[in-house]
């Protein structure tokens, strides 16, 4: 039976998970680790892909990505065969290093991104790495001391990822902090919205400022109105929603009442129509 293409496109969040071939260690020692963190660092520059999350483990890597223009599959082509031969040649060996190919699950919303951000960076507490939530913190070979601020490093979007958990930082990593308590409780993340998504503050905000400067019902903007002018607001919404607070466009789409697609495409044209609001064009300047 053929392959089913994956559902890829801009914006799309991925849970992905690599394996080694029949089980085997893709790490051998911190040397390996370091390596694949080196290169999983030059990935975001060379295919606009934001990395929200992951955890190294001897026998499999689980990565929380959001994709940019370049297919996922091109991104994770170059991390498979990038570390696959600097690992062969550095222990020797021939033959696959990976078990067939990658496994990516899509996340829908801010419920299912907190719970597998939860679930990729508490593996070495599962698997008895490490003994605590203090010791997960030191811990380097998981996005976990990033998000909290314990470790300092452009490997994560940690401003996208901490968007899923509240509207600052500070605010984020508490709220962050009280989620991880649980990751014993919960052996898996949720595939469809176990749980209510936390409110977002900075959509609700934009769509009252945006609806202001461009004088339209906010009303209009979300309950489905075709107007011209609506359109064009509620593609600026969605420019700064998606590229400026780095909101999951499903989620914003469900607020704005349009499709996932059309979240994507108005973020992409919403810039002229935010720039003519007088908004922010970057989260430097929020």
């Given at each position: ?73 091109r991104a994770m082509a170059r991390i498979n065969t ?76 940690v401003h996208a990822a901490l968007a ?123």
């Open positions: 039976m053929p392959r089913m293409p994956r559902r890829d496109a801009p914006g799309v969040v991925h849970h992905v998970m690599l394996r080694g071939a029949a089980q085997s260690d893709i790490f051998r020692d911190d040397v390996d680790r370091a390596s694949f963190l080196e290169r999983l660092a030059l990935v975001p520059q060379e295919c606009s892909l934001a990395l929200l999350a992951f955890a190294l483990m001897s026998n499999h890597v689980h990565l929380v990505t959001r994709t940019g223009p370049t297919p996922l599959a990038g570390h696959a031969l600097y690992f062969n040649r550095r222990h020797g060996r021939v033959g696959h290093l990976f078990q067939n190919r990658y496994k990516a699950v899509p996340i829908e919303d801010d419920a299912q991104l907190r719970a597998v951000i939860r679930y990729v960076h508490a593996n070495p507490l599962a698997a008895g790495i490490v003994r605590d939530l203090a010791e997960l913190e030191a811990y380097p070979w998981t996005g976990h001391a990033l998000l909290v601020g314990a470790r300092s490093s452009d490997l994560l979007d899923a958990f509240g509207e600052s930082a500070d605010a984020a990593r508490a709220v962050l902090r009280d989620f991880m308590c649980d990751w014993n409780v919960v052996k898996r993340y949720p595939l469809h919205g176990a749980s209510a998504p936390l409110r977002l503050p900075q959509l609700e905000s934009e769509i009252e400022r945006v609806s202001r400067e461009l004088g339209v019902d906010p009303g209009e903007v979300t309950g489905g109105s075709r107007r011209r002018e609506v359109c064009r607001a509620r593609a600026a919404i969605a420019h700064l929603a998606f590229h400026v607070h780095r909101l999951p466009a499903a989620e914003v789409a469900l607020r704005l009442g349009v499709t996932h697609a059309a979240v994507l495409r108005g973020a992409e044209r919403g810039r002229q129509e935010a720039s003519r609001a007088g908004v922010p064009q970057s989260h430097r300047e929020v």
